[in-house]
């Protein structure tokens, strides 16, 4: 079943986001009293009295000509022709203005069933400018407060009167995004693929700060991409806007199944690329590198650009390698086949009997340092989990396992077995019970 989708739309600072934290009741917008803070369309699913539903926030429309402006126009123009319902959202406190007027004639354009929102309902002067917003000329105005509650449940109910209910359905498609330094090429990499404008891709680094949902659909198999801001290093001058962005990228580590680092071949192998992927690794994710902007890059071969990798990320060294052009689209075919053999790998399963006969052979091939007279012993061995895969070691004393060994248990399992992408991770127990 197709879900309805429904546009937050309005000038600048109205309280879009606001609301679309309140409706899908978590803090997803960024809010900042910044005008154009919320750049780009934000997608989330959302449900109201069982109704499941896509939310998308836009970036204000303002009639004044600012950098983003236009681009901002056209964002939101696009998420008002996908929506089935638009909830024109103006500021009850200021009164009508020019720029809403502008986006009503958006809205006219757009032929659909639009709701007029009036915020702010909690302030007195709201109350004496309530009326002049019927000359937007709609048929539905409802006046709400984001922040008190107030009229939400009328909204909700207006907005949701025709939606069908649905049972929860677990998301089984697989969920990759797009993370790494501010303008690397992310936004970039996420059109190529898609091959759609369906973010502002711009100059100037830190454009994206929100993380945004699409559909991908690759060999009739759909699949989910996240695309985050541009992880910023903390500093002394760290912008709360860029706190939240961080805050954001990581939680949409925590949604994916695979991370794809991009990484600026122009500008080459940054400190912070490293902390960036590190944050995937910690979390368990499967991981790419992608080597962005590859045409801009001379006198450097593939083979050497490898060699390089692999010395910086020595930490990451199961982690393909992919070098295209996002902007060019020049070896982007290369990508998606990447992607596909690491979510397999994310969820092998390997049989019992298979993984004891490969750590048997390996421990009798290199036999762990004895410490005080006392050596390891290796049991018995089981993979207990997947999405990162996961295998437990019954061992003589979990104390005796030095890292060094642990590193060359875990390199006998990927000889043996195909995990390129993914981290795996090795647990060791005591045979007796004391864990």
Same mark, same amino acid.
């Given at each position: 079943?197709k879900l309805?989708?429904?546009a937050?739309?309005?000038?600048?600072?109205?309280g879009?986001s606001t609301?679309f934290n309140k409706i899908v009741?978590?803090?997803?917008?960024?809010? %900042?009293?910044?005008p154009?803070v919320?750049r780009?369309r934000i997608y989330?699913e959302a449900?109201?009295?069982?109704k499941?539903f896509y939310?998308v926030?836009t970036?204000g429309?303002? *009639?004044a000509k600012?950098?983003?402006?236009a681009e901002?126009?056209m964002?939101a123009?696009?998420a008002?022709?996908?929506?089935?319902?638009?909830?024109?959202?103006?500021?009850g406190k200021e009164?009508l203005?020019?720029?809403d007027?502008l986006?009503?004639?958006?809205?006219?354009?757009s032929?659909?069933?639009v709701?007029v929102?009036?915020?702010?309902?909690?302030?007195?002067? *709201?109350?004496?400018?309530?009326?002049?917003?019927?000359?937007?000329g709609?048929?539905t105005y409802?006046p709400i407060?984001s922040?008190?509650?107030?009229g939400f449940?009328d909204l909700?109910d207006?907005i949701?009167?025709?939606?069908?209910?649905s049972?929860?359905i677990?998301?089984t498609?697989?969920?990759?995004?797009?993370?790494g330094?501010p303008n690397v090429?992310k936004s970039?990499?996420?059109?190529a693929?898609?091959?759609?404008e369906?973010?502002?891709?711009?100059?100037?680094?830190g454009?994206?700060?929100d993380?945004i949902?699409?559909?991908l659909?690759y060999h009739? %198999?759909?699949y989910v991409?996240?695309?985050t801001?541009g992880?910023r290093?903390?500093?002394?001058?760290?912008?709360?806007v860029e706190?939240?962005s961080?805050?954001?990228?990581?939680?949409?580590?925590d949604?994916?199944?695979?991370c794809?680092?991009?990484?600026?071949a122009?500008?080459?192998?940054?400190?912070?690329?490293k902390?960036i992927a590190?944050?995937?690794i910690?979390?368990?994710?499967g991981?790419i590198?992608?080597?962005n902007?590859?045409?801009?890059?001379?006198?450097?071969t593939?083979?050497?650009f490898?060699k390089?990798?692999?010395?910086e990320?020595q930490? *990451?060294?199961?982690?393909p390698i992919?070098?295209?052009?996002?902007?060019?689209?020049?070896?982007?075919h290369t990508?998606?086949? %990447?992607?596909l053999k690491? *979510?397999?790998n994310i969820?092998k399963?390997?049989?019992t009997s298979?993984i004891?006969e490969?750590?048997q052979?390996?421990?009798?091939?290199n036999?762990?340092?004895s410490y005080?007279g006392?050596?390891?012993?290796?049991y018995?061995t089981?993979?207990?989990?997947i999405?990162?895969?996961?295998?437990?070691f019954r061992?003589?004393?979990?104390g005796l396992?030095h890292?060094?060994?642990?590193?060359?248990?875990?390199n006998?399992?990927r %000889?043996?077995?195909?995990?390129t992408g993914?981290?795996?991770v090795?647990?060791f127990?005591?045979?007796s019970?004391d864990?």
């Amino acid at each position: 079943m197709k879900l309805p989708t429904v546009a937050l739309v309005g000038r600048p600072n109205v309280g879009k986001s606001t609301l679309f934290n309140k409706i899908v009741g978590k803090q997803v917008s960024i809010i %900042e009293d910044t005008p154009g803070v919320t750049r780009d369309r934000i997608y989330q699913e959302a449900s109201y009295n069982n109704k499941r539903f896509y939310l998308v926030d836009t970036g204000g429309i303002d *009639a004044a000509k600012m950098d983003f402006n236009a681009e901002i126009k056209m964002q939101a123009e696009v998420a008002i022709e996908e929506a089935d319902i638009v909830v024109f959202i103006v500021d009850g406190k200021e009164g009508l203005t020019t720029n809403d007027l502008l986006v009503r004639d958006i809205l006219r354009k757009s032929d659909k069933r639009v709701i007029v929102a009036i915020n702010k309902m909690d302030v007195k002067d *709201a109350q004496n400018n309530l009326y002049d917003f019927y000359e937007l000329g709609f048929d539905t105005y409802i006046p709400i407060s984001s922040i008190h509650n107030i009229g939400f449940i009328d909204l909700m109910d207006t907005i949701t009167m025709n939606f069908n209910e649905s049972e929860e359905i677990e998301d089984t498609r697989i969920k990759f995004s797009i993370i790494g330094r501010p303008n690397v090429g992310k936004s970039s990499l996420m059109n190529a693929l898609l091959n759609e404008e369906r973010v502002v891709v711009s100059d100037v680094a830190g454009t994206t700060r929100d993380s945004i949902d699409s559909v991908l659909k690759y060999h009739n %198999e759909e699949y989910v991409m996240i695309d985050t801001a541009g992880m910023r290093k903390k500093g002394k001058v760290f912008e709360s806007v860029e706190k939240y962005s961080l805050l954001r990228s990581l939680k949409a580590i925590d949604r994916s199944d695979i991370c794809l680092v991009v990484i600026n071949a122009e500008e080459g192998i940054k400190e912070h690329d490293k902390h960036i992927a590190g944050y995937a690794i910690e979390k368990g994710k499967g991981l790419i590198f992608v080597v962005n902007k590859w045409d801009l890059v001379e006198n450097t071969t593939i083979n050497d650009f490898t060699k390089l990798m692999r010395a910086e990320f020595q930490f *990451a060294t199961y982690a393909p390698i992919v070098f295209l052009s996002a902007l060019t689209k020049k070896r982007i075919h290369t990508l998606m086949p %990447e992607i596909l053999k690491v *979510a397999e790998n994310i969820k092998k399963e390997v049989k019992t009997s298979i993984i004891n006969e490969v750590i048997q052979d390996a421990y009798q091939l290199n036999l762990p340092p004895s410490y005080k007279g006392k050596r390891l012993k290796i049991y018995f061995t089981s993979q207990t989990g997947i999405n990162p895969p996961k295998f437990t070691f019954r061992v003589n004393n979990k104390g005796l396992v030095h890292f060094s060994y642990e590193r060359y248990l875990e390199n006998k399992i990927r %000889e043996n077995f195909d995990f390129t992408g993914t981290p795996i991770v090795l647990q060791f127990k005591n045979r007796s019970g004391d864990e």
